[in-house]
């Protein structure tokens, strides 16, 4: 049975490679090309690795690459500091053999930080570690709807973002980078714990009916915590620009808070109110 992060290990390095293409990295395109990004051989030969060393990591077989391995793999892809945070985490966890049994405790929200939602003037949630929506605010009601017409299983972010009876929030320009935001969450969660049944059961789903995020998930991106701006579409008020971000709440892992904050002084700080 092929190892689980070796696995996920695999298809991270395949999608980084089919990113790259030949004068990226200073080689001649060549000929006709059958891949889009680089052969295999020409990566192992950028990180100093023979092919059939490499061909074995992409497809999850018994390897376990050395640190040094790594960070002459990460060069070669031109990974950024949290891909190579990730690619680190998915191969020293493929050395380790799998456990028999995962304890994985339920999530909960503590007490203190649902007292801390309800006093806060702004709109924020709760996020499990698979992006489920465990807790929130009246505010983040009034700029998302309510939650609790939704069975709780499917109150999550990547679920909702690709419901396709939701499909009117799509127009907002910024649809798909929210969506690559979530992804790449999930991505993170994901590297922490392979076959966990939630992450499984989301993912499969969603690969299975919608043609866009199996697109979105193939590009294998990471976020281990996120800050962005989105624009909200409200009829009432028009349109409010609001920043996001992520914080981290206690746990190993633990959920997040996401909260949406607007300039103080601008028209959407005044929209914002308005709801």
Same mark, same amino acid.
């Given at each position: 049975?092929?190892?689980?992060?070796?696995?996920?290990?695999?298809?991270?390095?395949?999608?980084?490679?089919?990113?790259?293409?030949?004068?990226?990295?200073?080689?001649?395109?060549?000929?006709?090309?059958? =891949?889009?990004?680089? *052969?295999?051989?020409?990566?192992?030969?950028?990180?100093?690795?023979?092919?059939?060393?490499?061909?074995? &990591?992409?497809?999850?077989?018994?390897?376990?690459?050395?640190?040094?391995?790594?960070?002459?793999?990460?060069?070669?892809?031109?990974?950024?500091?949290?891909?190579?945070?990730?690619?680190?985490?998915?191969?020293? @966890? @493929?050395?380790?053999?799998?456990?028999?049994?995962?304890?994985?405790?339920?999530?909960?929200?503590?007490?203190?930080?649902?007292?801390?939602?309800?006093?806060?003037?702004?709109? @924020?949630?709760?996020? $499990?570690?698979?992006?489920?929506?465990?807790? +929130?605010?009246?505010?983040?009601?009034?700029?998302?709807?309510?939650?609790?017409?939704?069975?709780?299983? *499917?109150?999550?972010?990547?679920?909702?973002?690709?419901?396709?009876?939701?499909?009117?929030?799509?127009?907002?320009?910024?649809?798909?980078?929210?969506?690559?935001?979530?992804?790449?969450?999930?991505? @993170?969660?994901?590297?922490?714990?392979?076959?966990?049944?939630?992450?499984?059961?989301?993912?499969?789903?969603?690969?299975?009916?919608?043609?866009?995020?199996?697109?979105?998930?193939?590009?294998?991106? =990471? *976020?281990?915590?996120?800050?962005?701006?989105?624009?909200?579409?409200?009829?009432?008020? $028009?349109?409010? =620009?609001?920043? +996001?971000?992520?914080?981290?709440?206690?746990?190993?892992?633990?959920?997040? &808070?996401? =909260?949406?904050?607007?300039?103080?002084?601008?028209?959407?700080?005044?929209?914002?109110?308005?709801?």
């Amino acid at each position: 049975m092929t190892h689980p992060y070796a696995r996920e290990l695999g298809d991270f390095l395949r999608a980084r490679r089919a990113r790259l293409r030949p004068r990226d990295v200073g080689l001649e395109p060549g000929g006709r090309r059958k =891949v889009a990004g680089l *052969r295999r051989e020409e990566l192992a030969l950028l990180a100093g690795l023979s092919t059939d060393y490499y061909q074995r &990591m992409e497809q999850g077989r018994e390897v376990r690459p050395s640190d040094d391995v790594l960070d002459a793999l990460a060069g070669a892809l031109g990974l950024d500091d949290q891909e190579r945070r990730h690619l680190l985490t998915l191969a020293h @966890a @493929a050395r380790r053999p799998v456990p028999a049994r995962v304890e994985r405790a339920p999530e909960r929200v503590p007490d203190s930080t649902r007292r801390l939602l309800r006093v806060m003037d702004t709109p @924020a949630v709760v996020l $499990g570690r698979h992006l489920d929506l465990l807790d +929130w605010n009246p505010k983040a009601v009034a700029l998302l709807g309510d939650p609790d017409g939704y069975p709780p299983d *499917r109150l999550n972010m990547l679920l909702l973002m690709f419901d396709d009876t939701l499909t009117s929030r799509r127009t907002c320009p910024d649809w798909e980078q929210q969506a690559l935001d979530y992804i790449g969450m999930m991505r @993170a969660a994901v590297a922490t714990d392979p076959t966990h049944p939630r992450a499984t059961a989301i993912v499969g789903e969603l690969s299975i009916r919608s043609a866009e995020f199996r697109r979105l998930w193939g590009r294998h991106d =990471v *976020r281990e915590s996120v800050s962005g701006t989105k624009t909200f579409r409200i009829p009432e008020v $028009g349109d409010v =620009v609001l920043d +996001w971000d992520t914080y981290p709440l206690p746990g190993n892992p633990g959920p997040v &808070m996401l =909260v949406f904050t607007a300039e103080p002084g601008t028209p959407h700080a005044d929209r914002l109110r308005l709801l």
